[in-house]
């Protein structure tokens, strides 16, 4: 679920990932690259793994959406920073110098960068971004490698839970939930409080804002393969738990950790609480 494992599905029309190396027109020679690779072969770990194993704080996949690049999917984003970003197409692309897809540079350097990140705290002054295929630019706040893009180019892109590790966790904490939350309504005011870019749809703003909350429940609860993205703004998981938690301190907390996200919106979430009382409920809640 979430940033990585639908990688396919943004790149559906590009068959597979541009060279990091073009030709140097001045030279006449090629700078180093790596195999390209379709992205559903040989997939090897999760989103989770791989924003762990490169240290990342701050990643995302911009989109162009017209003349302008918009977030599409993020990690440690913050809800104005989301519904206010849109990036000239123009400006995106005066990083990348000499014709290289991969570009590190200083967001003091550039106006624009300086202002689309404002809202985010101790962003590092150095940040990377790579061009993957012809409408999609990768961000991250460290270095982006050839050894990062064959690891991206891998990340498993199947949205399956593993039922039979859910009823184990459940067996080891008897007192385990599934949880059901809507975030429509809290996104969708949220949205409209903090104006987003008008000649813009407003549901590439909800739809990027929705996917940054997916992914940090990726890393909050317990373990990624326990998350279910649904279509309709809403997300089901699995927390297992060895003490009966009150549904209102976990109503609370859930809250606490979208502040950021959401604002004060975050407090008309909808969530429904469910006990699991034999192992046909875990597939039935996060099914229906």
Request: aromatic share 14%; proline share 2%; with cysteine.
């Amino acid at each position: 679920m979430g940033l990585f494992n639908k990688a396919n599905n943004f790149l559906a029309n590009e068959d597979e990932v541009l060279l990091v190396g073009e030709q140097n027109d001045q030279k006449n020679e090629k700078t180093p690259s790596y195999e390209t690779k379709n992205f559903h072969q040989n997939k090897l770990f999760a989103f989770t793994d791989f924003i762990t194993k490169y240290k990342i704080h701050i990643f995302a996949i911009f989109e162009l959406s017209g003349s302008f690049f918009t977030i599409k999917d993020s990690l440690g984003f913050d809800g104005k920073t989301i519904s206010n970003f849109a990036i000239s197409q123009e400006d995106l692309n005066s990083i990348f110098l000499h014709n290289h897809n991969i570009s590190t540079v200083n967001k003091k350097d550039y106006d624009f960068l300086s202002k689309a990140f404002l809202n985010i705290k101790n962003l590092s002054e150095e940040l990377s971004f790579c061009k993957i295929g012809t409408n999609y630019i990768m961000f991250c706040d460290c270095k982006i490698s050839d050894k990062m893009l064959n690891d991206f180019q891998n990340i498993d892109n199947s949205n399956k839970l593993d039922y039979d590790l859910i009823y184990q966790k459940y067996s080891e904490n008897q007192n385990s939930y599934i949880i059901k939350i809507d975030f429509e309504e809290a996104i969708e005011t949220f949205i409209c409080t903090n104006n987003p870019i008008n000649n813009l749809s407003k549901n590439i703003f909800l739809n990027s804002i929705y996917t940054e909350i997916c992914n940090r429940f990726m890393f909050w609860y317990s373990y990624p393969f326990y998350c279910k993205q649904n279509n309709d703004y809403t997300l089901t998981f699995f927390l297992p738990s060895q003490i009966d938690l009150p549904e209102e301190l976990l109503l609370t907390h859930i809250i606490f950790n979208l502040k950021d996200i959401l604002d004060n919106c975050a407090e008309i979430i909808n969530i429904e609480v469910f006990k699991i009382n034999k192992k046909e409920d875990i597939q039935t809640l996060f099914e229906s």
